[in-house]
């Protein structure tokens, strides 16, 4: 059963991919047919409840793939300049508590540590040591209100054609155990093209999930009215909101 489930997974893989080609496959009706039905089938019997496979230090990737380039507006590049001193990750939206936190109180919070593989819809995956903040803490600490149901996270990249990167989860999702505001990869704090100072780093999802360059934790009760109303950057151009593995 399993290797059925890794099979319609790595079918989706080869066919949707991050790039350009992939797009214009993901056009082809047919091609999306069948993606819909491996992606329904994976939620089904998979669900996100279950904990990612945690794997031992020597199964590190030493050279973590990088997908992608680090944001090059003139913004980032001076708080990368100052080693991110003026970043503040603000927390907002339908919370008791907002907050705008500076890395040096997240880096005061319990930080944990995981070893999981990371799997890009592109068909490539990596496995690295990833330490930070638990969502969970974070959500805690802001005290989502009842109406609260997506957690969205807005990044400082662009496409270039003015649609900045975001992303979201529900708030159970958000909630995982491993679902986590990485500042480290592999023993080092996070370079500026894996996502420093803070990216995401979901465990239980496709690739494309784990937002790099996260500035905004937004929580609402709908993201309808965000980008073109889909929940992220790449489910406006057609991906499943839900991509759990
Ligand atoms: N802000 C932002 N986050 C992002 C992306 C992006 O383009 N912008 N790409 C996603 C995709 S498709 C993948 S596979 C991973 C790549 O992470 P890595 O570069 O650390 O390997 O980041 C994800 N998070
Ligand atoms: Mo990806």
Not at 10 to 16: D, K, P, W
Not at 22 to 27: D, E, I, S
Request: overall charge positive; charged content about 20%; hydrophobic content about 40%.
């Amino acid at each position: 059963m399993k290797r059925r489930i890794f099979l319609a997974s790595s079918a989706s893989a080869i066919l949707t991919g991050c790039g350009p080609i992939a797009n214009a496959l993901n056009n082809n009706a047919t091609v999306q047919k069948v993606l819909a039905s491996a992606e329904g089938l994976n939620h089904a019997l998979i669900g996100t409840r279950g904990l990612a496979r945690e794997y031992r230090e020597s199964d590190v990737d030493r050279n973590f793939r990088v997908n992608g380039f680090a944001p090059s507006d003139s913004r980032y590049v001076t708080l990368a300049a100052s080693n991110f001193a003026g970043y503040r990750l603000l927390v907002d939206g339908a919370v008791d508590r907002r907050h705008a936190f500076p890395l040096g109180e997240l880096r005061a919070l319990p930080q944990q540590t995981q070893i999981t593989r990371h799997d890009c819809v592109e068909g490539w995956s990596a496995i690295g040591k990833w330490s930070g903040v638990r969502l969970s803490d974070i959500l805690d600490a802001v005290r989502p209100r009842n109406d609260a149901r997506y957690v969205v996270f807005h990044c400082m990249d662009n496409d270039g054609m003015g649609n900045l990167y975001y992303e979201s989860l529900d708030l159970h999702q958000a909630r995982h155990p491993q679902a986590l505001l990485a500042m480290r990869l592999n023993d080092a704090p996070l370079d500026a093209a894996h996502g420093a100072p803070v990216r995401l780093r979901v465990p239980t999802q496709l690739g494309y999930k784990s937002a790099k360059w996260v500035e905004r934790i937004e929580v609402v009760g709908s993201f309808a009215n965000i980008a073109s109303g889909r929940g992220g950057y790449w489910e406006d151009q057609g991906y499943e909101w839900y991509a759990g593995i």
